[in-house]
């Protein structure tokens, strides 16, 4: 079936640093992901659309120079946080939509949980 | 815009008992319905998805639900729960010529046993 790897899964960085989080389907191409974020006991908040070759498609009150996300293949996405800070602290999950094969429809990653101290 | 309601934020339950979990979307088109389950420290997994036919849809471990269209509603189903079904379970949407998936704000389900 379809998977999506995602790394890492933990990574903890000083505040100002920049954190890039990698996201990758196995065996399937995505021309399309999606990155959310998860604050703890809440929903997914859809962060922006990452399309191949092309700008990603953020949500309304996602700053785009703050989370920068490539996706310079059919099968890779990255997200970059720059110039974290403790409020970027958050779980991020992405999602690939897969066309065949089992299951169709998206398929997540595992997430990444980020601390910025 | 589409958007997502689960009814219920925490359900406490015991073993053997039924699960039902409300679900209503709001979206003006045809939509495509997926309820996904998160246990403890886990990724999302997919449940079961509707995208057309039978409106009664099976997915995996014992969960079912019915897509109404006429309540705009996606309910989650369960005869008889565990105490391994303890996890959070989203409930989410896409309208069929889109790409975006819309979630719901979960639902907390802690079995005890």
């Known amino acids: 079936g379809a998977v999506v790897s995602q790394h890492p899964s933990r990574v903890i960085c000083k505040s100002g640093t920049s954190v890039k989080i990698e996201c990758r389907s196995l065996d399937f191409q995505a021309t399309t992901m999606f990155w959310y974020r998860q604050f703890p006991k809440q929903s997914l908040m859809l962060m922006a659309t990452s399309n191949e070759g092309s700008k990603a498609t953020y949500e309304q009150g996602v700053e785009k120079d703050k989370f920068l996300i490539n996706h310079a293949s059919l099968t890779l996405s990255t997200l970059t946080v720059t110039s974290a800070h403790p409020e970027d602290s958050s779980f991020y999950i992405c999602?690939?939509?897969?066309?065949?094969?089992?299951?169709?429809?998206?398929?997540f990653g595992s997430g990444t949980r980020l601390t910025v101290v | 815009a589409q958007s997502v309601s689960q009814h219920n934020h925490h359900v406490i339950l015991s073993e053997a008992a039924s699960l039902e979990l409300g679900c209503n979307y709001s979206y003006g088109g045809t939509v495509n319905l997926f309820w996904y389950v998160q246990y403890p420290g886990q990724h999302l997994q997919l449940l079961l998805k509707?995208?057309?036919?039978?409106?009664l849809v099976k997915g995996i471990k014992g969960f079912e639900a019915e897509f109404i269209k006429s309540k705009f509603s996606f309910n989650l189903r369960k005869p008889s729960v565990q105490w391994s079904d303890t996890a959070e379970y989203f409930c989410a949407v896409n309208g069929a010529a889109g790409n975006k998936l819309t979630f719901g704000g979960g639902t907390r389900v802690l079995v005890k046993p």
């Open positions: 999602s690939a939509r897969s066309w065949t094969g089992s299951p169709y429809g998206y398929t």
């Open positions: 509707y995208f057309s036919g039978d409106p």
